[in-house]
């Protein structure tokens, strides 16, 4: 169904915005007026709205999706050229057999000519020769006659055969002109799914993009929190250290601490390694070498905390109305319900139309029910993420003037530097979670607006799945 041919359009597309690969260059027309802009340096910070508009602008992606499209505009074209070649050799057939047909009438009028001519002859000769020149008349006559009637009879012969070969051609012609009309069918509506993919890729490129940036900032942040933890641990550990050689703690204490030490080592690690998988997707989207230095500047979102809009079936309409897998799907039912008014087709085709009708109902509905449960989802995903910023803040806020109060006891000697430390880091934590709560809660709302507006968000929730 035209369905799964869009979702394999968007599967397609994954597969490129997944898959390193060479940078497609954009080029544009230039003028003398054009004013060039000058490109960044290698580490010049890039913000959030900069690299959505470079992979607009650069992803091999929308080269690709351009030149699928243009090899459907060619097919296309090449259909119309093989209907257009069926209509001149009708044509021609048609023309053969009137010029056949005007000929065979022509030998016919010819035959009566004959028949007179050689009757008026035959009378002459009579009058001149008597009766030598009345038999040499008829004979002259019947000689006559009998070649006109030859002529006469090949030329109904080369009409038949002439009709003949314009029905056959009108058969032929017919049965692949339904084909070749098909095959037009299918190309008009791929044009069709491609240009919605190329609209698509240009709205959800922008939430994939956030996504993976805000996913960036977040581990960049989390792995300076764990750079800081590393240092406290092995100032724990050497603490231990010392103590187990002054006999204040064993030996088991002090490997408890070494483990720990590792283990901070390891975390750090894989979250380095995890840092570089998601700048390679971001420089991958944006056109660049895998590994180009990538310096991003933490967005910041300032949009109010508020709930979602309530569920209510204007709202379900308003999306149902936007999705265009369900446009697609009443595209089919329309289609199939055109051949079972095609007298031409047999019963079997016929009946094959109508339970195409009858599953496109089927998957209609299956497609609401599933547009309903997804705006409920996504509806209860704002308001459970907006609860989650609104705690962060007051935990933040009470962080906060806890934070303070150990500084000031740090000043009097009541809190240790090391103890300090571990509260700097904790505090430093809740920093990062409010951070983090900002982000999910705007991306709560993107994933909803881009719902209501009719985007696809298969590509994006393969990203987040990825990404946990």
Known sequence: MNV????????LLLAGAMTAGMTVPAYAAQSKNVVVQPEKAPDEPMTLEEIQKEVQRSNRLNKTLELNFKKVEAGLRAVDDGLTDLTDMQNDAAHSRRQASNASGQGQSALGQITDKTGQLGSQLGGVLGKPGEALGEGLGN??????????????????TAGAMETMVDTIAEQQRDTLEDQQTGLKNTRLDLKQTQQDWKEESQLVTQLLVTKTVQVEAGIALLAEKQELLERVCEIE???????????????????????????????ADGLTLLKRQLNDLMGRDLDETLVITPPEFTRDIETAPEYSEELLKQA???????????????QAEEKTNNNSLYDGQIRASELDMD????????EKASIANDLKKKLDAIN??????????????????????????????????????????????????????AYA???????????????????????KAQLG
Request: charged share 25%; hydrophobic share 40%.
């Open 4 to 11: 799964k041919r869009y979702k394999k359009m968007c599967a």
């Open 359 to 366: 599953i496109a109902d089927v998957a209609m509905e299956d």
């Open 241 to 271: 250290g010392k103590k187990a050689e002054l006999g204040f703690s064993t030996n088991v204490d002090l490997e408890g601490k070494k483990l720990e030490v590792a283990q901070g080592a390891k975390d750090l690690q894989d979250a």
């Open 320 to 334: 149902t109305d936007k999705s265009y897998k369900l446009k697609t799907l009443r595209r089919d039912k329309q």
């Open 143 to 160: 000689a006559f006659g009998g070649l006109a009637q030859i002529e006469s009879g090949l030329l109904s012969a080369a009409s038949r």
């Open 441 to 463: 809660y705007d991306i709560a709302w993107g994933e909803y607006t881009m719902m209501m507006e009719g985007t696809s968000s298969d590509i994006y929730n393969t990203y």
């Open 384 to 437: 459970a993420a907006a609860a989650a910023y609104q705690n962060q803040k007051d935990t933040l806020k009470k962080a906060k003037t806890e934070w303070e109060h150990q500084q000031a006891s740090a000043k009097l000697g009541i809190v240790s530097p090391v103890e300090l430390q571990a509260l700097q880091l904790q505090y430093e934590q809740t920093e990062l979670a409010l951070m983090n709560a």
